[in-house]
């Protein structure tokens, strides 16, 4: 095949992602899985019947319409009215995705040219780079400190250029846990309409607020035409393996993203659709109980984890907790997850994966708390004897 390298260079050096190869580990040596973000029980029975009642009457078994079927459509856009008093015509204003990852692709995949800047938060989540990459763009990280994790709103401004075409927003932010204040979001809706950019936000975690609460970039003056807002029924319904996810905004952003969304997938998860549509209209009780228990296990973790000896940056939101593990005489993140296993049975994402400059998040390592709490009590008790 010659010297020219097989994998496109956009892609060039991003291997197996962090996910699945901490997932692979933990299987491998039989550890508990606090790696990748997936709960270890199931979301409300009601919905997976939801699900399995649309697949025996044949709902959603062949192709559904591109842009996603009605009832879930209507479904998400009633939902953005119930919590947020966001009004979206079902119809131009909402496209169902595979995942929120494929809405992640197809938004900067349409929405970018390359050498287009594109100013996203680091530490990134993951497949935010690679897209960024595939689209020829430059990611221009604004790096959220620890121990507060906050973004400095005068390095932003200095980091827009002629050349910025999009902000790339997570909120709740995964993996610190960060909740954008009102006052935090009013200033990057600023910037975002002075410079004339646009902005894909992340909120895929919008109901996994423990302190304070989440607020859409797109309630926001000026927001509304420029914001393409995405989020998925993985992390509010407990079922990451459906892959539905979504997309909302004005519509000739809407029609954008889907042009480039009906060449990668086309459509995805038929029945689940039918399913999802469902759990959007579980009432309140159904997402404060959830929150609650998460909320909880939070608490449970954060707890066992600072008794262990880690530093623990308590997160807002997201059920992902940060932590650094200096105190523990520890320096590298990378290889001490690749040694937990070993040592105590318990497998942890490293930080640094997620930086540009991975000095910067070296020594932190994030735990997930979306399992059960005997699972977290074992971990707890396992990450003790280090
Ligand atoms: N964005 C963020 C911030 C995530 O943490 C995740 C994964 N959990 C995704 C997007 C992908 O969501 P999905 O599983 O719906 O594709
Ligand atoms: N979002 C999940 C996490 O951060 C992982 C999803 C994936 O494996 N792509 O753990």
Known sequence: ???????????????????????????????????????????????????????????????????????????IAEHQYRFYGLTVDPDTEVLVTAGATEAIAAALLALLEPGDEVIAFEPF?????????????????????????????????????PRTRLLLINTPHNPTGTVLTPEELAAIAELACEHDLLVVTDEVYEHLVFTGAHHPLAALPGMRERTVAISSAGKTFSFTGWKVGWVTGAPELVAAVRTAKQYLTYVSAGPFQYAVAEALRLPDAYYA????????????????????????????????VTTDITPLGEKDGVEFCRALPGRCGVVAIPNAVFYDRTELGLSQVRFAFCKRESVLREAVERLRRL
């Open 289 to 320: 109980d959830f929150r609650a228990d998460l909320r909880r296990k939070r608490d449970l973790l954060t707890e066992g984890l600072a008794e262990a000896g880690f530093r623990v940056f308590e997160p807002q939101g997201t059920y992902f």
């Open 125 to 161: 989540y993951d497949s935010y780079a690679a897209c960024i990459a595939m689209a020829g763009a430059v990611r221009v990280p604004l790096t959220l400190r620890a121990p507060a994790f906050r973004p400095d709103l005068d390095e932003l401004r200095s980091l827009i250029t």
């Open 1 to 75: 095949m010659g010297a020219r390298p097989l994998l496109n260079r956009s892609l060039a050096g991003m291997g197996t992602t962090i996910f699945a190869e901490m997932s692979a580990l933990a299987a491998a040596t039989g550890s508990i899985n606090l790696g990748q973000g997936f709960p270890d029980t199931d979301g409300p029975e009601e919905v997976r019947e939801a699900a399995v009642r649309a697949l025996r009457e044949g709902r959603g078994n062949q192709y559904p319409p591109g842009p996603g079927v009605p009832e879930l459509r209507l479904a």
